[in-house]
């Protein structure tokens, strides 16, 4: 079986082609995918007949996920689902939704998708690390998150504006499969989502943003740091040995070097641990003139022993990164009170089952 949602549409017009069809078939199929969302290939009526029983006969399918859990945050502005893919994997997909009225800027619909089902990477304060490593997703099952969420904005007059590669598992650690999603979602003639609306976040795998550099695309890179040195970072990141803090800084900057996209260090800070004005103080001068840019993230209450800072501590880390004049922005994690954390709601409910 092969979910057409995995072809990209040089793919899709060879597959026709090799039918005996036109290559014009190829957006036949293609737009109504990602713009009607059909779950099998008779709901594409304008498709011969004899093409959709051909297609179907050589094991071509369309993939959908199906909602199996759906928490909404109290203001409204934050959704996770809990969908189950065509492959019968739970997994967890985030819509976030910014409100220009209360942020000014533009209106964001967000989605965070999943790019495994658990994570090997093993990070002490994330729910999905404490879950362990069970499979990686394949690109069409990627995709099928958005899709899903695509289709529920679209009944509201409203669409994807923006993807984050920051929900379930470590998108470098399944790296084909992650492009391939990536090409096919911001292809022109796939899912046509500009390149500079998504952002990849990775925990430091040097093979896998030098491999980024190397796509030539436009994507965004968050690189999460969470210690300004190698002996705190292995505490709450145990797989981190291979990347210094010292390479992560250089990996950033050669990523920024090649693509002109500036890298993003995500600091997730955690009460007593790594929120010190002394760490605060050593981090910025690990940081200091390379112009990158820090996200603070009190962390989500979560699965581990983990306690989000006072906002009195988190403030004055910010102001001595502010004094050594590195660009720095507090993000506070939407939808606490939904378990938005990657992961949790997951474990929630697998744990109460
Ligand atoms: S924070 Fe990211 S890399 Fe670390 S365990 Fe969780 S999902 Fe994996």
Not at 289 to 296: A, D, E, K, R, T
């Amino acid at each position: 079986m092969t979910d057409l949602y995995r072809l990209l549409p040089e793919e899709m017009e060879q597959l026709v082609i090799d039918m005996g069809y036109p290559r014009y078939r190829a957006d036949q199929i293609l737009l109504p995918l990602y713009y009607k969302f059909p779950k099998q290939l008779d709901d594409i009526p304008q498709l011969p007949k004899k093409l959709r029983e051909e297609l179907t006969a050589a094991g071509y399918t369309i993939g959908s996920a199906k909602e199996t859990h759906r928490i909404v945050s109290d203001d409204g502005d934050t959704t996770k689902l809990l969908l189950e893919l065509s492959n019968d994997n739970a997994v967890e997909t985030v819509l976030m939704q910014y409100d220009p009225a209360k942020i000014g800027g533009h209106p964001r619909s967000t989605i965070c998708v999943s790019t495994q089902i658990g994570c090997a990477m093993g990070c002490v304060f994330c729910a999905t690390g404490q879950m362990g490593f069970e499979t990686n997703l394949k690109a069409e099952h990627i995709i099928s998150q958005v899709i899903h969420f695509a289709e529920i904005l679209e009944k509201r007059g409203e669409h994807v504006t923006n993807l984050v590669f920051m929900g379930m598992g470590e998108p470098m650690a399944n790296y084909d499969e992650m492009i391939r999603a990536v090409k096919i979602l911001t292809h022109d003639r796939g899912f046509g989502l500009g390149q500079r609306h998504i952002t990849i976040s990775t925990i430091g795998i040097r093979s896998g943003i030098e491999r980024l550099a190397e796509e030539n695309l436009q994507i965004g890179l968050a690189i999460s740091l969470h210690a300004s040195n190698n002996e705190l970072r292995k505490k709450l990141v145990p797989t981190a040995s291979p990347t210094s803090v010292e390479d992560i800084i250089e990996l950033g900057r050669s990523y920024f070097k090649k693509t002109g996209r500036r890298v993003t260090f995500e600091y997730a800070l955690m009460a007593g641990i790594n929120d010190s004005p002394e760490i605060a103080t050593e981090l910025a001068r690990l940081l200091k003139g390379n112009g990158s840019h820090v996200n603070l993230i009190p962390i989500n209450p979560t699965a581990g022993d983990f306690k989000r800072p006072s906002e009195k501590s988190v403030l004055e880390f910010e102001r001595i990164l502010f004094d050594a004049g590195i660009n720095c922005t507090i993000r506070i994690e939407k939808g606490t009170e939904i378990s938005a954390a990657c992961g949790q709601l997951r474990t929630d409910l697998i744990s109460k089952n």
